[in-house]
């Protein structure tokens, strides 16, 4: 996820470098949210960019693939430095914001490696991690070091054939509203691949639940009406291209139109048509309480990631 994130980051700084006017963007700053293709990155102050990347893994093997990643991405990305082996306290020492894209279960580990406090002594942690919280966070790092917690999702990802879908959505911890500079700079990171909003934590596990698992629910969903079309006599290819964008225009009119499912649902039903026959079939079948408690069920175990076992 940090290498989505990252190249979202870069993708956005490119573009801005071969444009050369800025158009202003339509994201909405006071609500949190912001449209993928609208990163906050074209408009911002140039001296308020980031000009140097440095991405630290385990392996050097890793650390190979990552530097032809991110080198077929431009010029930006041929500048990013991949270190490996034990360079995190280094990393964080050259860093002015630090995020921490690991396991949850090795959170702590990082952030308590000899001479990491002093690395990241007064700067900006940002943390990726599903069930360590912000309390957990504080108590791993000195009392300046301002600590956010941030849940992107796997449509941020780069894909294996290297396009970026840049349709994630991202929730981020609230900020003191006096840090106006910071908040610029996470809404940048995170509008760059995808939508974000600014949510409490305390609904963090819900999120992970909706949003980090949610592509896995849509997916199953997804792959049982293609086997639908298949056994109506499509062919998969054709079936997967009208489900899939199905699903995504349907989605884009209930984000980008504000009509509620609801009224999504009932503006296909008409009296006595296949939809409802369709409709009725789903409710047979407890569609909607089965994944209501797919998403509650989700977010009880998402509260236990991250917590040391008993």
Known sequence: M???VLSGVLTSLETRLRSPAHPSSDQEPASGISTPTASMFLDAPEETLPSRFIATVGREETARKLKKTFAAMGRLGEQVEVKAGGQNVW???EADV???????????????????????????????CAGVTIAQLRSWV????????????????????GTQIREGMTVVSPLDPSDTHYRSLILAIFTSCGRCRFL????????TALAGSGPAFVALVLEAMVDGGVMMGLPRAEALELAAQTLQGTGRMALYAGLHPAQLKDSVTTPGGCTIAGLLTLEDGRVRSTMARA???????????GQDKK
Do not use: W, Y
């Open 2 to 4: 940090g290498i989505a």
């Open 98 to 128: 630090i995020l921490v894209c690991s396991k949850p279960n090795v959170a702590k580990t990082i952030l308590l490696e000899e001479g990491m406090s002093q690395a990241v002594e007064g700067k900006l942690v940002i943390s990726i």
């Open 200 to 207: 409490d934590e305390k609904h963090f596990d819900a999120c």
């Open 295 to 305: 998403i509650q069920v989700a977010t009880n175990h998402a509260a236990g990631l």
């Open 91 to 93: 990393a964080a020492g």
């Open 142 to 161: 000195p009392a300046s070091t301002k600590i956010v917690r941030a849940m992107p999702n796997t449509p941020c990802k780069l894909m294996p054939v």
